[in-house]
């Protein structure tokens, strides 16, 4: 018996010699050195699926096509007339399917463990816990691989192969640096599904599972990705000779996945912004990077940066708004967002951004192709969608051979439709994963619809029978007219029937035969007597074409119309008489947030007449002088502006009246926190020199709008006070509008936050932070000295460094045996430049002591302390501060928070000025710093600075201290025309900004704040609206509760661990 | 009898003697009991009434008022001490409601924080007691105008007692208006918050209802115990409440949120409690009706805050002093959201920004003066200048709500003058010596 199977098997495999040929790599080939238990499978017949609607990619379309598939692979595919297949194989009919390549995902945990976050930790960690010869930090990871770790068992698989996924790039989720991903098929062996077990290296700003302090902050992180792209450049060059201090097998890890794809798991288009910046600066030029479905907010500007963008169809969901006080909860960037997050994909492709989908943060991924449709229904071309979901997440991964098309040689990756991919009526038949079928319905349905005749009990009773596959449902007429409901189900060929007759239910089962035409079967009567029965169907249902014409009606609305609907709302509200059209805000809005625009703002040219303008210069303050901006520069100040001489040729300037109005300067605020993301303090080191808070702007804070409509319009965001050294701070402009990195000063020159006192030593921490060094003064002294004395040794063995790259022979640097360059240190580099006098120090601090301290260490080391920040004990210091040349920003009138600021008196400001300290007033304070104008005038209650020079407190002398007062400050002709009209004295209470410019730029503008709360109503009102129309049979709107979003107002010493 | 400049003068005096000498510092000894009637004249007088006089005469003797007219028709030869004050502006002191002052001094330091007690429901706990008449806070308070506060406990559900004092007197019991004025109840919230990334955040430990239930459980016993005849046995928490239901106490209920402002009127109606006002009550502008017709006051939060949710107007925390008005709301002003303490010299220029945004300028001062005393139910001792009220009251150089012009040149708490000098000013004279340079402190007289 079994030497003639062998015999037959042989003889079938001689005779097809020409396809049996292929190389059987895929799955459904046994692996040869596993024993076998039972009789091998030798997968010697192919299967065939003939006469479909062949999708080979998302251009090519076959309408009478062929696919042979054969040990997991495809061997052919055409028209069916021209392919053919010589050997054994089993022909499927696809008459009226559709066949397309399986979906592709290249963010997947599919089969990885479970990443458990922890929390911030009680005591202070400083190392990793992880055992072995791994690097310092818990969140750098890169030996972590997927394939190493990759367990497909549960129900995963099976649940994706539903979905349509035919392959997905997959890798632990957990870190800032993740190791290497795998590209696994939803198979339930880990052999067969391991399709290429290194295929991408993995990237993130979250710190993920680590329990170590560091890195706290999103700026934290991306310090801690840099030095780490340093390290393993340097180890690479040490290591092999020796110099490495050891082995770390994760910068090995790290050096080896250097040439796989990279993908980042970014997040929201400013992380992806971040994220692209800092792989650049390593020469990673196209990374995958992980969206969170905003980037439509800011298409452009992600288009600009060139990254491949990996996209979630995890849309929001509606909420409930039924209750008009708990709708206020939502922002109306959540209402926005709702409405414009499924135009993420077709607005991200109109910009030309490359795009996948993923699955990645739905619960279930099942509703996937939903999704995708949604992203079609809102503008994506369909051929734009297919590419999204095969070939180019198949390309990106360099796996074209495998995946992503219905080539002959690809895997026998096939997802079967019942009609076009992206039509919402179209089921999932069946998926082929490797040659292995998954069938998720009948081929072809029985198609039930319909009145039938049924005889049971030599009666005959008129059965109708409609809906659809999967839902039939059936009524029934008994001796009256009256429709009954009768339970009908269909279980493959066998139809159960439940009768409510007069006289007791009828239970009937059955046979359905001739696509419906009869049925048959045998049943029982509530007496229990058996009978047979059968029906008879009269006619088809007539009503399909009607559903047809519906859907056309559907589908052809959406195209514009979604977006389009909204405006016709907004366009058709009254007009006021006299105005402009109101503003519409139903597209993005620059920025995503409130009081966004629909349009980028532009420098004007104005002409201010007729104000009593504070020139803060020496001219003082002008009364009845004019005041022209254009081109963003303050063209002239003076009495009765000559325009026509002032302004090229036909330029002319939009006049502001000013007559009783005041001008002065734009605020300038030496010391914020606000418009930063994911933390202020990098606190979990003594010093923290390396991270910059420039990495985590966040240019959508309204906190920003707010301050313009106080009158400021820059700041320094400074890292917080949680350190001695703390990290590098921003200098911003309030561009309103603008993204992160272009709210930056360009030239500005660079500062770093040093922080003295309570903070830093951990004083009020809880008793577990007792341990870190320092936690008194006489520590806090030393942590200066021996970072400063290691930095000057750093900035040495740099130049030792050159001079030996100059001596050595150039042969042995060829040959690798030349001097091995010091390892770049980020921290050390930022020290060195302080030395060096390229960079500048705000330092936070309260009493004298320890300022005396900080100015002796830092003439000790031959550098100038730029500005003491808070500086509430300056006054016992000014005559020391003023010799060493070191500037004050202080609070005018802050103390009793803490014990050291017991001495702080409101009349500080003043004894610093009249001791020559240039001396600024800033908020530290989001709420404060809109009123900063008021906290000058406390120069003048305490102390009696004259109110020209108080004003100076938060104009000219901030811009001073940050280096900057070549540019703004002052209305100085040449100067940026950063520009605040008040409605009155602007040190009085009475005081409102009434027009703000930044740079020309009318950032803020009384009449426009009006207009835009209307339209923000409006446009709330309109987006409530349709929430309603949405889930109007809840009778509330969307499902989701509202929830009130708490804004992270930061401060010096706020402390979060929010980055995981 | 003596005039204003030599009453100046002395004060003079003894700064001069005091900054050449200061080595320790002591707070300002309290005032001596009023021993000579004291007329002030010439000033723009801000009754608090909602009326202003020009030119002015305001006299007091034994600590009461007994003079409000104008300068021309008062009898000066009534009067011990004359006090010129022409092109100066007087007020009643002004009140700050819902602070701490007193029971904080130091915000980081545990040791100096007597605010929070430990316990859900604790109305027995008394504020008063605990008010640190030593504190060097009151003195930089009183100086810009604040003469009086509302000194309350906070955390818990039911936080405690609140009494209201004058920032001037050897001990709490001296200092003491009222030693208790009402109870403190902080309402929970109704819905859910979450952080900015999108995690939910769960503020309620137990869900709303059970809290409420728990609130209604400890109100109504409360009720039964009061309403039933003493006892052998005392349970000090109940005693504690007794006054809610007799109408001598207020109910104050700390809330922002429309919702449950309206939990809280529907709470009040239930338990038939005769006083409350809500505390916070950024919302109230929501519900300002369902305010009115139930008698309900508000102490608004911080009138320079932010704006609660990112689409609401920018300057709405500036304005609602004007639309809760507007509604013909009560409305005191207070010093809750940040450093409430030190804060609390700041409450003048929170009127000064309600003024500037929509306020009349006796509204403005009615916000610091009558109405708050109305609320906390002293109104028959402070609040306004009236003939028999307590001669609590100040002047200044210029207007009191603008920092520019907020420059005291005298003030009384119970006519007893009061030492304007405090540790900051002393602090200032002291290094002001070290350099040798102009100490440009108190304003010059009259000029």
Redesign the interface.
């Known amino acids: 018996m079994r030497m003639t199977q062998r015999l037959l098997s042989l003889g079938t495999l001689m005779v097809g010699f020409g396809w049996a040929s292929f190389s059987p790599v895929g799955a459904q080939t046994p692996d040869p050195t596993f024993p076998v238990n039972g009789t091998y499978h030798k997968a010697l017949v192919a299967t065939v699926l003939e006469h479909a609607t062949l999708h080979v990619d998302a251009t090519t379309t076959i309408e009478d096509g062929t696919l042979v598939l054969h040990r997991g692979r495809i061997v052919a595919a055409g028209p069916s007339a021209t392919v053919s297949h010589p050997g054994p194989a089993v022909r499927l009919d696809m008459t009226g399917l559709h066949l397309y390549p399986s979906f592709v995902d290249v963010h997947s945990d599919f089969g990885m463990p479970e990443v458990q976050e922890s929390g911030w930790s009680r005591t202070p960690q400083d190392l990793s816990d992880k055992k072995g010869a791994y690097g310092w930090n818990e969140a750098v990871r890169p030996e972590t691989s997927a394939a190493l770790v990759f367990d497909p068992s549960g129900d995963k698989a099976k649940a994706l192969r539903e979905a349509g996924f035919g392959a997905v790039l997959t890798h632990v989720q957990d870190g800032v640096v993740r190791g290497t991903g795998a590209v696994v098929l939803p198979l339930d062996d880990p052999r067969e599904a391991l399709l290429a077990p290194n295929a991408s290296f993995h990237m993130s700003f979250r710190k993920g599972s680590s329990s170590q302090n560091y890195p706290s902050s999103l700026m934290g992180a991306t310090a801690l990705l840099r030095q780490t792209h340093l390290d393993a450049r340097w180890y690479a060059e040490a290591s092999p000779r020796g110099m490495a201090g050891g082995t770390n097998l994760s910068l090995e890890a790290f050096v080896g996945g250097q040439d796989l794809p990279r993908v980042f798991s970014a997040g929201s288009w400013k992380d992806v912004l971040r994220a692209d910046a800092v792989l650049k600066e390593f020469g990673v030029s196209t990374p995958i990077m992980l969206g969170s479905g905003d980037a439509y907010q800011r298409a452009e500007a992600v288009a600009a940066t060139g990254v491949r963008m990996a996209i979630p169809v995890n849309y929001p969901e509606g909420y409930d708004v039924s209750d008009p006080h708990l709708a206020r909860l939502i922002g109306l960037d959540e209402l926005k967002h709702w409405e414009l997050a499924p135009s993420n994909a077709a607005r991200l492709h109109a910009a030309g951004v490359p795009l996948a989908f993923t699955a990645h943060g739905l619960k279930d991924p099942g509703a996937f192709l939903n999704g995708v449709r949604k992203a079609v229904e809102e503008g994506l071309p369909e051929q734009e969608a297919l590419r999204a979901l095969t070939s180019t997440p198949a390309a990106w991964l360099g796996l074209e051979a495998d995946l992503g098309s219905l080539r002959a040689g690809r895997l026998a990756n096939v997802l079967v439709t019942d009609g076009p991919l992206f039509d919402k009526k179209t089921h999932l038949v069946e998926h082929w994963v490797a040659g292995q079928a998954t069938p998720m319905r009948d081929r072809a349905p029985l198609d039930l619809a319909g009145s039938y005749n049924v005889n049971v009990n030599d009666s005959v009773y008129a059965l109708e029978v409609t809906g659809e596959p999967g839902k039939w449902k059936a009524s029934w007429a008994l001796n009256d007219t009256s429709d009954r409901k009768v339970s009908l189900t269909l279980d493959n060929r066998t139809v159960v029937l439940r009768i409510p007759a007069d006289d007791g239910p009828i239970r009937l089962t059955g046979n359905v035969w001739m696509e419906s035409r009869i049925w048959e079967g045998s049943g029982q009567t509530s007496d229990g007597r058996w009978s047979d029965w059968s029906a008879i169907r009269n006619e088809v249902a007539p009503d399909a074409d009607v559903s047809e014409a519906e859907d056309v009606a559907e589908k052809s609305a959406p195209e514009s119309g979604k977006t389009s609907a909204g405006k016709t709302d907004a366009s058709e509200a009254p007009v006021p008489s006299g105005t402009a059209a109101p503003l519409d805000l139903s597209g993005v809005v620059y920025p995503f947030t409130a009081y966004g625009l629909p349009e980028r703002l532009e420098a004007e040219t104005v002409c201010i007449r007729d104000a009593t303008v504070w020139t803060c210069e020496d001219e003082g303050v002008l009364e009845g002088a004019d005041v022209l901006i254009h081109d963003g520069r303050l063209a002239a100040v003076g009495i009765d502006l000559d325009l026509a001489a002032l302004l090229p040729a036909g330029v002319t300037a939009t006049e502001i009246d000013g007559r009783g109005k005041h001008v002065t300067p734009g605020v300038i605020d030496e010391h914020t926190h606000i418009a930063v993301d994911r933390g202020v303090n990098e606190g979990t080191q003594a010093s923290s020199a390396e991270v910059w808070i420039g990495h985590a702007v966040d240019s959508e804070d309204v906190n920003m709008y707010r301050q313009l409509a106080g009158g400021v319009t820059c700041a320094q965001i400074l890292h917080g006070s949680a350190n001695p050294i703390g990290g590098q701070s921003a200098i911003i402009k309030f561009r309103w509008g603008a993204e992160p990195q272009d709210l930056l000063l360009d030239d500005a020159v660079p500062f770093i936050k040093f922080a003295l006192g309570e903070n830093v030593k951990q004083s009020n921490w809880g008793d577990g932070y007792r341990t870190r060094f320092p936690q008194t003064r006489m520590g806090v002294e030393q942590v200066y000295y021996d970072h400063f004395i290691r930095a000057r040794e750093y900035g040495q063995a740099q130049l030792e460094h050159r001079a030996a790259m100059r001596d050595a022979k150039r042969k042995d640097i060829r040959e690798g045996r030349g001097p091995v360059a010091p390892r770049v240190d980020l921290e050390l580099e930022t020290l060195l430049q302080i030395l060096n006098e390229e960079r500048f120090v705000t330092c936070h601090s309260y009493r004298q002591d320890e300022i005396n301290m900080l100015m002796h260490v830092a003439d000790s080391l031959g550098f100038r302390l730029n500005t003491f920040t808070h500086i509430l004990e300056g006054y016992k210091v000014a005559d020391k501060m003023a010799e060493h040349g070191a500037g004050g920003s202080s609070f005018s009138d802050w103390w009793a928070y803490k014990y050291e600021v017991k001495d702080a008196i409101p009349y500080n400001g003043a004894v610093l000025h009249n001791q020559g300290v240039v001396t600024a007033f800033n908020s530290d304070d989001a709420e404060m710093a809109r009123r900063l104008n008021q906290e000058a005038a406390k120069a003048y209650k305490y102390g009696r600075v004259p109110e020209e020079e108080a004003l100076k407190f938060v104009t000219l002398n901030p811009a001073k201290l940050l280096h900057i007062d070549h540019k703004t400050g002052s209305l100085k002709p040449g100067k940026d025309a950063d520009v605040v009209v008040w409605s009155d004295h602007p040190l009085s209470i009475n005081a409102k900004a009434e027009q703000t410019f930044v740079e020309g730029v009318r950032c803020f503008d009384v009449d426009r704040d009006r207009e835009l709360r209307d339209a923000m109503r409006v446009e709330r009102a309109r987006l409530t609206a349709k929430m309603y129309a949405d889930g109007e049979s809840s009778g509330r709107g969307g499902k989701t509760r509202p929830s009130e979003r708490i804004e992270s107002h930061y401060h010096c010493d706020t402390l979060t661990d929010e980055n995981r | 009898m003596k005039t204003a400049k030599n009453l100046l003068r002395t004060a003079y005096a003894v700064v001069a003697l005091g900054a050449g000498s200061v080595t320790a510092w002591a707070q300002p000894t309290p005032g001596a009991e009023q021993s000579r009637s004291v007329l002030i004249l010439g000033a723009t007088a801000h009754l608090g009434t909602g009326d202003v006089l020009e030119d002015c005469a305001v006299g007091f003797r034994d600590g009461k008022i007994d003079y409000v007219g104008r300068s021309f028709q008062v009898n000066r030869q009534k009067y011990d001490d004359i006090v010129d004050a022409s092109g100066q502006h007087l007020y009643p002191g002004f009140i700050v409601t819902n602070t701490t002052l007193g029971l904080q001094?130091?915000?980081?330091?545990r040791a100096t924080q007597d605010q929070y007690e430990v316990g859900t429901f604790r109305p027995n706990v008394r504020s008063v007691i605990a008010f640190n008449t030593d504190s060097?806070?009151p003195p930089t308070v009183r100086t810009n105008g604040v003469l009086m506060g509302q000194i309350t406990p906070r955390g818990g559900v039911v936080s405690g007692s609140s009494g209201v004092v004058h920032f001037d007197g050897w001990n709490w019991e001296d200092a003491a208006i009222v030693m208790v004025d009402g109870i403190h109840l902080n309402w929970p919230s109704t819905?859910?918050?979450?952080?900015?990334?999108g995690k939910?955040?769960i503020q309620r430990r137990k869900t709303y209802d059970q809290q409420k239930h728990e609130i209604e459980r400890f109100f109504g016993e409360a009720q039964a115990y009061a309403a039933a005849p003493r006892g052998s046995l005392t349970d000090v928490r109940h005693e504690g409440m007794r006054g809610l239901f007799d109408g001598s106490l207020c109910l104050y209920v700390h809330t922002e949120?429309?919702?449950a402002i309206t939990e809280a009127v529907h709470f009040k109606r239930e338990l038939g409690i005769e006083r409350m006002a809500i505390v916070g009550g950024y919302?109230a502008y929501?519900v300002a009706d369902l305010l009115r017709e139930n008698d309900v006051a508000v102490m608004l939060q911080s009138v320079?805050?932010?704006?609660r949710?990112?689409?609401?107007?920018?300057?709405l925390p500036f304005k609602l002093p004007k639309l809760l008005m507007d509604e013909g709301l009560t409305v005191a002003l207070q010093v809750d959201?940040?450093?409430t303490?030190?804060n609390s010299?700041?409450l003048p220029?929170y009127a000064?920004?309600a003024?500037?945004y929509g306020l009349t300028e006796e509204q403005a001062i009615q916000a610091l003066t009558r109405n708050p005393a109305r609320i906390l139910g002293i109104d028959d001792q402070v609040g306004t200048l009236e003939r028999g009220k307590t001669a609590t009251l100040f002047l200044s150089e210029g207007d009191a709500?603008?920092?520019?012009t907020?420059?005291l040149t005298y003030a009384w708490i119970e006519g007893r003058e009061i030492d304007l000098d405090n540790r900051?000013?002393q602090?200032?004279r002291k290094?002001?010596t070290?350099?040798g340079?102009e100490i440009?402190?108190l304003p010059a007289p009259n000029n």
């Open positions: 001094e130091i915000g980081a330091v060097e806070i819905h859910h918050r979450h952080n900015k990334d939910i955040d949120d429309a919702r919302d929501l320079h805050s932010l704006p949710f990112a689409d609401d107007d920018v300057d959201k940040s450093m303490e030190m010299r700041n220029f000064g920004t003024r500037a709500l603008d920092i520019r907020n420059s900051q000013r602090l200032y290094y002001q070290k350099y340079a440009l402190d």
